[in-house]
Nanobody, 115 residues
């Protein structure tokens, strides 16, 4: 069964940077979208960034200009570069891949922004 494994989370000071990675155990076919979601304590899970099979990107307003989503198909890996992190970015971050038939989720990685 296809698995998505995330890495790169951790504790960072405000203004710092992190890069999250999401590696697929096998090549996923018929990808429609690749997404990063996050869920903060007591809040609903929200879509943070998306990249489609056509290369179009979407960012939620609060991360525009600070976060960048990308994918390396040769490595079956997607990334979320996060710069100028703020305490409000603290959450568990999940990667998600949607295909024409299935959707896959990573296990989540904690990002904590605190001084």
């Amino acid at each position: 069964q296809e698995q998505l494994v995330e890495s790169g989370g951790g504790l960072v000071q405000p203004g710092g940077s992190l890069r999250l990675s999401c590696a697929a155990s096998e090549t996923i076919s018929n990808i429609y979208t690749m997404n990063w979601y996050r869920q903060a304590p007591g809040k609903q899970r929200e879509l943070v960034a998306q990249i489609t099979s056509h290369g179009s990107t979407y960012y939620t307003n609060s991360v525009k200009g600070r976060f960048t989503i990308s994918a390396d198909n040769a490595k079956n890996t997607m990334y979320l570069q996060m710069n100028n992190l703020k305490p409000d970015d603290t959450a568990v971050y999940y990667c998600n891949v949607g295909t024409t038939l299935n959707t896959y989720w990573g296990q989540g990685t904690q990002v904590t922004v605190s001084s």
